[in-house]
Each structure stands twice: as C-alpha cells, then as structure tokens.
C-alpha cells in the first residue's frame, strides 16, 4: 500500500536539500556578479595605463626625465592593477566553489560546511586584498595626476 510513495518519499528529502542549496546559492551569484563589475573596472583602468604608456613611449624620442618617471609610475600602477585582478578572479574562482561545495554536500548528504565556510573565508580574503590593491592605485593616479590625458 505504500509501495507508491516510497520512492517519492525517498526522492522529496533530497530535492528538499537541493532546493534549499539553490536557495542558499542565490547570495554568492550576486557576490560573483559584484566580482565581475570589479574586474571589469580594473580592466578598464589597466587599458588606460597602457593607452598612457604607448602615448609615452610615442613621446620617448623627446627623452625627457618626466617621461621615464612617469613610465615607471605607469609600470607601478599596472602591475597593482594586474594584482587587483588575481586577487578578484581568485576571490570569483573561490565563490565557485563555495556554490559547488554545497551542492556536493546535499547531493552525497556529507557535512561540508567547515569546507565551503573556509573556502568563502579565503574568499573574502582575495576580495579584500583586490579592494586594497584597487584602492592603492586610485591613491597613486589621483596622487600624481596620471589620470588625466595631457
């Protein structure tokens, strides 16, 4: 008489857990969402740098000081950029597996949640030191004018 929904009964837990994965899953894809809009701006920054420095290279056979520093600000400054993009992608690749993680763990029904914790710890570590990174270069193009075309 039970017959029927014994496997239904089976199946229900299970796409209860998924269900509530899903759920819980929806925070970390507005974090990767916020990742990407970084990472889109940290690109965007490091095109003018380099926009700036082919300006300067073109400006080179003038062979004045300012141009070499100003060179090697600019070579400072994109290499914090390309910091700040690690950082991000790194913090984007981790909140991957942190949805990856709980999904797993529903789906084998193991306890991964010290894992998936960790994993979204470290997380927001790279996303804090991408932050940092971001913010140390907007200091040294504001602090030096070199954001602006002359």
Avoid: K, W
């Avoid at 008489?1 to 269900?19: A, K, N, Q």
């Avoid at 300006?55 to 994109?78: C, I, K, N, Q, Y």
């Amino acid at each position: 008489t039970d017959r029927g929904t014994g496997g239904s009964g089976l199946m229900e837990p299970h796409l209860t857990d998924i269900s509530r994965v899903i759920q819980l899953a929806v925070a970390p894809v507005f974090l990767l969402t916020a990742i990407a809009t970084l990472i889109n701006t940290l690109n965007g920054r490091l095109g003018r740098i380099v926009d700036r420095r082919r300006t300067l290279f073109g400006r080179l056979a003038e062979a004045s000081a300012a141009v070499d520093e100003e060179l090697a600000l600019l070579e400072r400054r994109s290499r914090i950029v390309y910091q700040a993009i690690f950082f991000a992608v790194l913090s984007a690749l981790l909140v991957c597996l942190v949805v990856a993680g709980a999904f797993v763990a529903a789906l084998v029904a193991s306890d991964l949640s010290r894992l998936v914790a960790g994993l979204f710890i470290l997380s927001m570590a790279a996303m804090i030191a991408a932050l940092g990174l971001f913010l140390r270069e907007v200091f040294l193009a504001v602090q030096t004018g070199t954001h602006r075309n002359r």
